[in-house]
């Protein structure tokens, strides 16, 4: 029983991955939350005491968190979901197929519901890197208290090193990824172990009736703790982001065999602990270790949350490459690490905008525990936007009204519990997670309404496809050897005002002409003999459509070559490009957009969004570019 058909399906033989390879990447965030889960559950709310009653009722709700929200919601159902093989909230909402949807319609709520969602994944992909170095670095001062004025200046010559080899891509440290994460999970095992022999009665947090006790005799200082609590899962969107690369079997297969039993072991064995000495509450992670182990774990977790930081990096670029393809955001360079089937990639512009706000984070925030109260409230937001998409998913897909809508019910409650408590942190720190998705989501709302209102102007600008035609039959110009290729974002029967206003200047017109316009389909991956829709539209013009899925990158002249080889009449070594290029101008006497604001932001964006040259692999030596005022 699926929602869709199985990743393993549609995986191609070089993306398949083994646990070991999964382990750095998927796992990275969900498995360094032991450095700090624990302890914040006790200093997140000071009606919260550090007895053995609370402490097992904390322990219950880690334990069931895990096995609800990560084993049962994300690895059962949540993976299912898959387009073609690609998980994450963008795939998701994808698969509802709502671009050509009207405002008001059920469909395009849900898209608006998902943009926002992806746009708290922002937040997340600036918070997980500074409170996981910043945590890991912490543990100098178990050593020595002394060091407490070196743990700021060395996170972020951390930061700055691990933002300052991404262009590099992390496929040249990839192998490393997971030997480095089986050892870090190995080590957190053996340390529960370790703690767990201390004192074994930690085990009877298996039963959730200690969950439910803790509730019973903190009342709303125990709904708050979860806040805390949900730090244990907030790796579990990356997870299904992740999908794509590994697949499912990977994935299941390392959280069930590795990490999950890992983190239980690791937690029980901090709990232990906390119950012999309580006073450990400050670092139970690190004084789980014997003084000897303590140097060398400190360098394992930092090197452990250095990877976790560089799987959410990655995830934000690849996030960043989706919605640019699907028009929400506006044309950013983008750089391809190795072979563009690999999917590695890195954009320059958001890799610095991190690594400016993480380093901004660690100096505002100072401490992890400061920063945990920022972090949670995104991701938990993020939960319960992909339950809401899963159930509409499963419902557009064919399951039982009464089973998908009973999925719903049984993880809502959970999600919308944990969200609750995150709500508590706004004050706190939570506030800038949300800031930063309504700052994109203003972004993405006002590109693709823009792009809407430009579009329109442009085509009243164009000719009817048929009166031009018509007009070289009656009237011919005179025709240049060659191939012109027009682009143009106009699906429609009309001819771009691009070379409307080429033919005004120069009067000429080239042997062959053809309108391209490259079409995102709401898959990850368009096969190479779907990939061209030729059309001859006669008088020696031609429309091409060249689809792509929204994981895939957009190469113009590869495209030609291969329509060159199944027939289509262009000399890919000669022939020119014509783009056209406006000049918006905002004007507060023309309707436009809802706001003269947004009119503002959309032209400072299409000043400084990537050139098409760039973008669309264009020989820059055969582009032609002809200047558009339009007005807004």
């Known amino acids: 029983m699926a929602i869709v058909k199985e990743h393993s399906d549609f995986v191609s033989s070089g993306k398949k991955a083994t646990i070991l390879a999964a382990l750095g990447v998927v796992f990275g965030d969900i498995g360094t939350s032991p450095l700090y889960a624990l302890r914040e559950s006790f200093a997140s709310s000071e009606a919260t005491v550090l007895n053995p009653p609370d402490l097992l009722g904390v322990l219950s709700l880690i334990i069931w968190a895990l096995l609800l929200i990560i084993s049962v919601k994300y690895l059962v159902f949540v993976l299912r979901a898959d387009n073609q093989g690609e998980g994450g909230i963008i795939a998701l909402v994808a698969l509802l197929n709502p671009w050509h949807s009207k405002p008001g319609e059920p469909r395009y709520l849900l898209m608006i519901l998902g943009l926002f969602g992806a746009c708290l994944l922002y937040g997340d992909g600036t918070i997980t890197p500074a409170i996981s170095v910043l945590s890991a670095v912490e543990g100098v001062v178990v050593v020595e208290p002394g060091l407490v004025r070196f743990v700021l200046p060395l996170t972020i010559v951390i930061l700055l090193g691990l933002f300052s080899i991404q262009r590099y891509g992390s496929n040249k440290i990839g192998n490393f990824f997971g030997p480095v994460m089986l050892l870090w999970f190995s080590v957190l095992a053996l340390l529960g172990i370790r703690g767990i022999l201390m004192h074994p009665s930690v085990l009877v947090a298996f039963n959730p009736c200690y969950a439910l006790t803790f509730f019973a005799h903190n009342g709303m200082s125990g709904f708050l703790t979860l806040g805390a609590v949900f730090l244990v899962v907030t790796g579990g969107e990356t997870l299904y982001a992740d999908l794509g690369h590994f697949g499912v079997s990977a994935i299941r297969r390392g959280w069930f065999v590795i990490v999950f039993p890992a983190l239980l072991l690791n937690y029980l064995g901090q709990a232990a602990l906390l119950i012999q000495q309580p006073a450990a509450i400050s670092a139970p992670f690190f004084k789980l270790a014997p003084d000897w182990a303590l140097i060398p774990l400190i360098v394992l977790a930092t090197v452990a949350t250095i990877i976790a930081s560089q799987a959410v990096i990655s995830g934000t670029f690849s996030l960043t490459r989706q919605a640019i393809h699907l028009g929400q955001l506006p044309r950013m360079r983008v750089i391809f690490t190795q072979a563009e089937e690999s999917g590695q990639v890195y954009l320059p512009l958001v890799n610095w905008l991190l690594m400016v706000a ?63 408590a995150n709500l508590a942190k706004i004050p706190q720190g939570g506030w800038y997670a949300l800031l930063i998705a309504g700052v994109l989501f203003i972004i993405m709302w006002t590109w693709r309404s823009g792009r809407a209102l430009l579009l329109s102007r442009l085509a009243k600008r164009a000719i009817r496809q048929s009166d031009f035609l018509q007009q070289l039959e009656d009237d011919p110009p005179y025709r240049v050897p060659g191939t012109a290729v027009v682009l143009t974002s106009q699906e429609g029967p009309c001819v771009p005002a691009s070379l409307i206003q080429h033919m005004k200047c120069t009067h000429v017109l080239h042997e062959r002409v053809i309108f391209l316009t490259v079409v995102v389909a709401d898959q990850p991956h368009v096969p190479a003999a779907e990939r061209l829709d030729f059309q001859d539209l006669g008088q020696g013009v031609f429309r091409l459509r060249v689809h792509y899925g929204f994981s895939q990158p957009a190469n113009i002249p590869l495209a030609l070559k291969l329509g060159e080889h199944i027939g289509i009449p262009v000399d890919t070594e000669a022939v020119i490009y014509i783009i056209g290029r406006e000049t918006l101008i905002a004007r507060r006497e023309i309707p436009g957009l809802p706001f003269f604001w947004q009119e503002q932001i959309f032209t400072w964006l299409a000043r400084n969004a990537a050139r098409a040259t760039a973008y669309y692999r264009l020989p820059e030596e055969r582009v032609l570019e002809l200047g558009l005022q339009v007005g807004l």
């Open 358 to 420: 993480c380093i901004g984070l660690v100096l505002g925030f100072g401490s992890s525990s400061a920063l945990a109260a920022a972090y949670g409230i995104a991701v938990s937001m993020d939960m319960v936007v992909t339950t809401l998409l899963a159930v509409a998913v499963a419902r557009r897909f064919g399951w039982h009204p009464l089973l998908s809508v009973g999925v719903g019910v049984l993880f809502m409650p959970v999600d919308s519990a944990f969200l609750g």
